[in-house]
């Protein structure tokens, strides 16, 4: 079973309006990290933003927010007021007890002019 | 933030040749660092856990013979793919940990990949 799933392979979002890119997990450890990376077309990773498993308050990076609703298993990314630089692939990813980063297959994101 | 290096940035190789990626950490010392494979329009998956001075552990289905992994000292991991086929083409991406702080959220940095292409 897919631990990341993202069910959005593609978006197209007018400019400066806000996007939410969703992010849902699996996982039975208590003790557990969730990521979001970007990734423009030079194939480097960007870390945006990061939410642990027993933050009470959703975590917040510039116009990145992460909305976190655990119960739910849910970790959806929100960009406000979207750019035209923001068009890239979008991956959530999580980290369990055991170290390892395991990723989302993505959402590429295109930001329309 | 702390910086990883690979190198080559692109490699060009003829089939049965092998090729070697170094990943490195460069002002830290990362005791573990991982290695994971991009293709085209996928997702990146884990292939091995590389921790300084042991073996590598690798993930179920990764052949442990083809991708040889080295992580001799605390800034440096290499990864040989050996006897290279066209289907080992692929975008191969190395983070590094510097160590357990107990801190996770900037724990991993990753490497800015290798474009691998066998001919």
């Known amino acids: 079973a897919q631990k990341i799933t993202q069910t959005q392979p593609g978006m197209f979002v007018q400019e400066k309006e806000a996007v939410t890119l969703d992010c849902t997990y699996d996982?039975?450890?208590?003790?557990?990290?969730l990521f979001w990376y970007k990734q423009p077309s030079s194939g480097e990773m960007i870390f945006l933003i990061y939410?642990?498993?027993?933050?009470?308050q959703n975590a917040t990076e510039g116009r990145y927010s992460l909305n976190f609703q655990k119960a739910r298993k849910s970790a959806n990314l929100v960009i406000s007021a979207s750019q035209l630089g923001d068009s890239a692939m979008y991956f959530c990813a999580m980290r369990e007890s055991d170290d390892k980063i395991i990723f989302g297959k993505g959402t590429r994101l295109h930001i329309l002019p | 933030g702390a910086v990883v290096s690979q190198h080559p940035s692109w490699v060009i190789c003829k089939s049965g040749t092998s090729v070697k990626i170094e990943c490195r950490s460069l002002d830290f010392q990362a005791t573990t660092m991982f290695w994971y494979r991009q293709f085209p329009k996928q997702s990146l998956m884990l292939m091995a856990t590389s921790n300084e001075g042991s073996k590598a552990t690798y993930e179920q289905g990764v052949e442990k013979d083809k991708f040889l992994i080295n992580h001799a000292s605390l800034t440096l991991s290499t990864l040989t793919v050996t006897s290279a086929h066209p289907e080992d083409s692929s975008f191969y991406i190395c983070?590094?940990?510097?160590?357990?702080?107990?801190?996770?959220?900037?724990?991993?940095?990753f490497g800015p990949g290798t474009r691998l292409t066998v001919l």
């Open positions: 939410q642990g498993s027993y933050d009470q």
């Open positions: 983070s590094a940990r510097e160590g357990f702080s107990g801190r996770w959220t900037d724990t991993q940095y």
């Open positions: 996982t039975s450890d208590p003790s557990y990290g």
